[in-house]
């Protein structure tokens, strides 16, 4: 037998920019104290090579490792998930009868219940927190497995987790891992914490129907976010969940059972999940019908990727049936000249800041279209970066309202020359409606990151790396001229499908795929990567020539795309 040499036993790594030799087949755990002093909190995973990683992970090759603690958006995920395991682990030893569901976030908090239990005692609520904080203060360990799928169902099948054995059954993976904290295992899509310790800002508080996961914000860590008081926002949550029961889908399981029973089934999924989208369409605009005596302007806003576009012209299409003329008009127009665009913090054009925009002559254009004079419309030059008239002429019948599509449409400066009540705003956005199991659910944002993805590059020639580089800057953009304005909405519109992913993944995986290991954005590439192979593929012929997804993959009868 050949021995390995001292050298061989060795493996040279760049850990947070220093050079280090460890052993082989020792665990990122075993280097962790070294580095804790960089860190004002917890170290909680890490990225080895790029790649994701909990700090189980043996080092077997050498590399480069970047720990990360909370302060950082993909420990915060770690974070966010290690307190969804704990809280199962609590209701599994407390409550062994009940099904915890982990529904969708709010503001910074998950929204949980039970199955089939209309309230949640807060008696039985103060339990369920003292049991996690007592796991946390034992320092309880999280320690990853690989386990045959075999198993991995056995496990599961034993702890009554049928909606985790359904989906486990669809894999086709030959190793699975789950995490286990003594007695309590359960598959996570994500990385876990390796110990319940590193948990310690975190609250359970009773909401709606069931409770609050509340958990820290960016801006400060060492406490939990402000109380999410966000009603509508939670309203359109309800009835997107109603449009699940409604599909007979609320996991990935039900949908991969569904694709699979047959094309025809799999066809009637998409033409009912469009059906709701219109009907709610159609409902919006008969509000407005209602209110057309005061109604003068229509507002839509929404982030990145919501589909706006699309929602504003099929909106177009519905108030045109109740004999409306609605009027669109673009915020891009009114950009000011490139020279005096407002720069962020790297010195870099703003584009998405407030003060990008003409506000007084958008206001003034609005005053008198409002009033029925005819107004010569701005266009603005994207070459030059300049605004040019061309001679465009406008005009509104009274009665007729003016529809503005743009990022700041719920911010009153942006139309502050115009009375609330003449103003009718909706907020627009994909809110996914499909978890992957009860306690795994599917970032809204990723839903929103894969329609970008596949947007810019079928219509800007543009590949995943450059939008994955630009993602941070629009989801800053986001924080601060979007969700702060979203409850100033009349109604709230949700632009996901059901069945989307599995249409997206067609065009989507082949992109991240081109991801290079050696750039820093594989990171976000693996995590969606990770998420789409969950996904059955869904044929996009079925897809409606008006559906709000052909704004992503193309072939719309709307904007021509």
């Not at 002093?37 to 170290?43: E, L, N, R």
């Not at 059954?169 to 007695?183: H, P, W």
Request: net charge neutral.
């Amino acid at each position: 037998m050949i021995q390995e040499s001292q050298h061989e036993k060795t493996i040279s790594l760049c850990v947070q920019g220093e050079k280090l030799e460890v052993q082989k087949g020792s665990s990122l755990l075993n280097i962790v104290p070294l580095f804790e002093k960089y860190f004002d909190y917890p170290i909680l995973g890490a990225k080895f090579n790029n790649k994701l990683v909990d700090l189980y992970t043996e080092i077997t090759e050498q590399g480069k490792i970047e720990f990360l603690d909370v302060s950082s958006e993909d420990g915060m995920r770690i974070y966010r998930q290690s307190l969804v395991f704990i809280l199962a682990k609590a209701v599994e030893e407390l409550f062994p009868e009940r099904r915890l569901i982990v529904k969708h976030s709010l503001g910074k908090s998950y929204y949980c219940s039970f199955l089939k239990m209309d309230d949640v005692l807060a008696t039985d609520i103060i339990a369920l927190e003292a049991k996690m904080r007592e796991l946390v203060k034992g320092k309880v360990q999280i320690i990853p497995q690989y386990l045959s799928r075999e198993n991995v169902l056995k496990i599961l099948t034993a702890q009554g987790n049928d909606e985790e054995v359904a989906f486990m059954n669809d894999l086709e993976l030959g190793k699975i891992k789950v995490y286990t904290a003594t007695s309590y295992s359960n598959y996570s899509y994500q990385c876990l914490a390796s110990d319940a310790g590193k948990l310690t800002v975190f609250k359970l508080e009773r909401h709606a129907k069931g409770f609050l996961l509340r958990f820290p914000a960016p801006w400060n860590l060492s406490k939990v976010a402000p109380y999410p008081n966000l009603p509508k926002l939670g309203q359109v949550f309800r009835e997107s969940e109603e449009w699940a029961n409604i599909l007979g889908i609320n996991n990935l399981a039900s949908l991969n059972k569904l694709i699979r029973k047959d094309i025809l089934e799999s066809n009637n999924l998409i033409h009912i999940a469009e059906a709701l989208h219109e009907k709610k369409i159609a409902g919006i605009a008969d509000e407005v019908f209602k209110q057309r005596d005061k109604l003068r302007i229509i507002l839509i806003a929404g982030p990145s990727s919501s589909g706006k576009t699309t929602f504003a012209q099929r909106l177009a299409v519905q108030l045109r049936v109740l004999g409306l003329q609605p009027m669109p008009i673009s915020l891009d127009d009114y950009f000011v000249d490139r020279v005096n665009t407002p720069k962020d913090e790297w010195g870099e054009f703003n584009f998405e800041a407030l003060e990008a925009i003409d506000i007084s002559l958008f206001n003034q254009n609005l005053q008198e279209l409002i009033n029925g004079r005819q107004v010569e419309m701005p266009s603005f030059n994207f070459e030059t970066g300049n605004r040019e008239w061309k001679g465009k002429k406008l005009s509104v019948k009274r009665g007729h309202p003016l529809i503005i599509e743009g990022i700041h449409g719920l911010n009153e400066k942006l139309t502050a020359s115009i009375d609330r009540d003449n103003k009718y705003k909706i907020y627009i956005s994909a809110l996914t409606q499909i978890s992957i199991d009860d306690h795994n659910r599917i970032p809204t944002t990723d839903t929103r990151l894969i329609r970008r993805i596949v947007r810019d590059n079928q219509f800007r020639g543009q590949n995943a790396l450059r939008t994955l580089k630009q993602w941070s800057s629009v989801r800053r953009g986001e924080e601060k001229n979007i969700f702060p304005y979203q409850e100033e909405a009349d109604v709230m519109f949700n632009s996901a499908l059901i069945y989307e992913l599995g249409v997206l993944k067609k065009y989507a995986y082949p992109l991240l795929s081109d991801v290079g290991s050696e750039i820093e954005e594989y990171t976000d590439a693996n995590r969606l990567l990770n998420l789409l192979q969950y996904f059955p593929d869904i044929c996009d012929k079925y897809v409606p020539l008006n559906s709000i997804l052909r704004e992503f993959i193309g072939g719309s009868s709307i904007h021509g795309k």
